[in-house]
């Protein structure tokens, strides 16, 4: 292990980014998000550009509808100081 490097961060990733990446990684439109998670669509679409503040209430809603902690949808770009992967 004495030869690992972390890897650079090569792209800063926002809420609404996450939100959208994870949504189509698991090839769900944002109207199947919104029936899975009585979240309004355009709300989901404000939400994934931005516009609109994600928020704890929703970011839990999200993340069992996407299947993820919400701290991934919270802080996208977050990682534990000190941490290496095995």
Known sequence: ??????????????VG???RILRELQELSQS???RLTGIPQATISAIE???VR??????????KALKCHPGVLVFPGWKLP?????
């Open 1 to 14: 292990m004495k030869d690992y490097r972390p890897a650079k961060k090569r792209i800063t990733v926002s």
């Open 17 to 19: 980014e996450s939100v």
């Open 32 to 34: 199947q998000l919104a």
């Open 49 to 51: 550009n931005d516009r």
């Open 54 to 63: 994600l928020g704890v209430e929703r970011a839990k809603v999200l993340a």
């Open 82 to 86: 000190g941490k290496v992967a095995a």
